[in-house]
């Protein structure tokens, strides 16, 4: 399903995700389920820290592949998930996951295609694809009126002047 308020967008460098990735978290209000997809080195967790940022995070946010979860507390808590190794597990995973979705968090999961399974009904996903050793394509698919709002405001922040 496509939407009026898709965004598509290439960024041209590591500080261009995060700085959309920035302008993102700044607009989140709390309960925002985030799903980023795309090849390994893509640029999820670049976009992640971005995010990161944008919600008062201080100090690094590194990728959780092998936690599988970090938690972060900034003016609203992160909840960064990299399902990478969930490949078939997605049972264990959305009993896990669940108790994540909370109004005072945000939850960035990575890999969400490994959990496919138990996708809310409503969430921004983002879908990175590699254009050239520097430049990503992004693609922004809001999923629910929450989200198409989200991409209104954020539509604004990050691409007008
Ligand atoms: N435009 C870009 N946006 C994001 N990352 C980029 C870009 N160009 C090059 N890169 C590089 O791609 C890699 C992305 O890594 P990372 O964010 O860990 O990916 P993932 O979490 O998807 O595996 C980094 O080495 C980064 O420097
Ligand atoms: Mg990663």
């Not at 967008?9 to 261009?16: H, L, M, N, V």
């Not at 100090?59 to 990478?84: C, I, M, N, W």
């Not at 430049?135 to 954020?154: D, H, I, N, T, V």
Request: hydrophobic share 40%; with cysteine; proline share 4%.
């Amino acid at each position: 399903m496509n939407t009026q308020t898709s965004v598509d967008f290439i960024s041209q460098s590591p500080d261009q995700t995060f700085l959309v990735g920035e302008h993102l978290g700044t607009l989140c209000q709390g309960g925002e389920m985030i799903w980023l997809s795309g090849a390994l080195g893509c640029g999820k967790t670049a976009l992640a820290q971005g995010i990161a940022r944008g919600l008062g995070i201080q100090g690094s946010v590194t990728s959780p592949t092998f936690t599988v979860l970090k938690e972060y507390q900034g003016r609203l808590a992160l909840f960064h998930f990299d399902f990478y190794r969930f490949e078939g597990q997605e049972r264990a995973a959305a009993i896990e996951f669940a108790d994540y979705r909370r109004d005072d968090a945000v939850c960035a999961v990575e890999w969400a295609e490994h959990a496919a399974d138990f996708l809310p009904d409503e969430y921004l996903l983002v879908k990175i694809g590699v254009v050239s050793p520097t430049k990503r394509a992004l693609q922004f698919r809001p999923r629910g009126a929450r989200y198409e709002r989200l991409m209104q405001s954020f539509q604004t922040l990050a691409f007008r002047p």
